[in-house]
Nanobody, 122 residues
């Protein structure tokens, strides 16, 4: 069983930065993907970025060049550095992990989820 705990959300002005963290515990299979999703009120959950054990690194087009996903294996922590934030980035951000990912942006493919951390950009 895998547990994911996000932190680092908050309120910032447009153009500002935040770094989200996702601390993972428990057994994670050797071949896996970890991703960041977000969900704004009234909207579907959207894949933001993901990285996989095979080296795959992907972003949704709207955040390319602004967000960076990274991982510290020694700390079992996933990060999302968010720069040049825009009001449309406002959402609850979730960390997710899975070992049977067919489409990185499809939420249903992920087995484990954190509780979410709120990001508000004004």
């Amino acid at each position: 069983h895998v547990q994911l705990v996000e932190s680092g959300g908050g309120s910032v002005q447009a153009g500002g930065s935040l770094r989200l963290s996702c601390a993972a515990s428990g057994y994670i299979k050797r071949r896996y993907c970890m991703g960041w999703f977000r969900q704004a009120p009234g909207k579907e959950r959207e894949g933001v970025a993901a990285m996989c054990s095979d080296g795959t690194l992907v972003y949704v087009p709207s955040v390319k060049g602004r967000f960076t996903i990274s991982q510290d294996n020694a700390k079992n922590t996933l990060y999302l550095q968010m720069n040049s934030l825009k009001p449309e980035d406002t959402a609850m951000y979730y960390c997710a992990a899975g070992s049977r990912i067919r489409a990185w942006s499809r939420a249903a493919d992920y087995d484990y989820w954190g509780q979410g951390t709120q990001v508000t950009v004004s």
